[in-house]
């Protein structure tokens, strides 16, 4: 997208001064808006409307009462094209320890049910957060079925998988139908792309996608694709112990975002959603 005057003019940030093009994920267009004042970072969204960005904006409320999140600016529409302005972070390096800590204070702040107050329903997969009292009803029925149904429609979809995922479905309902969970609140997508240290080492967490859960489902998704060493894990140990037995649990969690990769880009991540199945 390129961003006019007549564009740029209408936006809630004055004397802008330079726009430059950085990166920030395959969903948005990222901007860096340079003023007088200073630098901003701003993410459009074309022809979607300021509705895609409400989820983020309240995600990053939920999460910023407990831990560091970028600071919201302003948010809005331009025409059709919605906008999201972020203050600038200069990144750094950091303490994974410290990282796991806020992960885990994050994961503290529960709630009486599953689920969240609004859905989203602007994504390439929009998530159903009706709010549940039951954490199988929740999970199976509005996160793990909704992706496979989208895999048999786009045909990448098989009877196996049909039948491994059936067996699947019944060992979790068994397991939790005499295990508690405790609804926390999730980031939802914490994969390595959506952390980041700033210039004086403090951790953040960015671009969540929040609703309460079981906490493993967060830290299922920080063990597919790296980026989460040791360390992060005694940290967020230290200050909220993960139940024993998470390791056998991790697969039922890693495949909600594997059923999203292999929805989104195709059947390069069949392999991995094969592997999750292949024990059941």
Same mark, same amino acid.
């Given at each position: ?6 564009? +740029?003019?209408? +936006? ?23 003023? *007088? ?32 999140? =970028? ?11 919605? !906008? ?13 320890? &410290? +990282?796991? *800590? ?11 049910? !599953? ?10 997969? =929009? ?6 009292? $039951? ?26 998988? &049909? ?25 939802? $997508? ?9 210039? $004086?080492?403090? =951790? ?72 999750? +199945? *292949?024990?059941?």
């Amino acid at each position: 997208m390129t961003l006019s005057k007549v564009w +740029l003019s209408q +936006l809630p940030i004055d004397d802008i001064t330079n726009v430059k093009p950085v990166s920030g994920g395959d969903i948005n267009d990222s901007y860096m808006l340079e003023t *007088k004042s200073g630098r901003y970072f701003m993410k459009v969204q074309p022809k979607r409307g300021q509705a895609f960005f409400a989820h983020e904006v309240e995600g990053l409320h939920l999460l910023g009462e407990v831990a560091n999140t =970028p600071t919201v600016v302003a948010t809005g529409e331009i025409g059709s094209d919605g !906008f999201l302005i972020l203050k600038w972070i200069d990144t750094g390096s950091g303490s994974q320890i &410290n +990282l796991g *800590k806020m992960v885990a204070k994050v994961h503290q702040q529960h709630a009486k049910q !599953f689920g969240l107050d609004h859905n989203f329903t602007a994504g390439k997969l =929009p998530k159903n957060n009706t709010w549940q009292s $039951d954490w199988v009803t929740f999970y199976l029925d509005q996160r793990l079925k909704p992706l496979v149904d989208l895999a048999i429609k786009k045909g990448r979809w098989n009877d196996w998988r &049909n039948s491994q995922f059936q067996s699947l479905c019944d060992q979790f309902k068994k397991y939790y139908s005499n295990h508690e969970i405790v609804p926390s609140l999730l980031h939802g $997508d914490l994969w390595a792309g959506n952390y980041l240290f700033t210039e $004086d080492g403090t =951790p953040m967490l960015i671009d969540p996608d929040v609703f309460y859960g079981d906490r493993e489902l967060d830290i299922a998704m920080t063990t597919i694709f790296g980026g989460f060493s040791q360390e992060f894990y005694q940290g967020y140990n230290s200050v909220y112990p993960l139940k024993i037995g998470v390791d056998k649990r991790l697969g039922w969690y890693q495949l909600n975002y594997l059923l999203a990769h292999l929805n989104l880009f195709g059947e390069t991540y069949g392999p991995m959603v094969d592997q999750i +199945l *292949k024990p059941y």
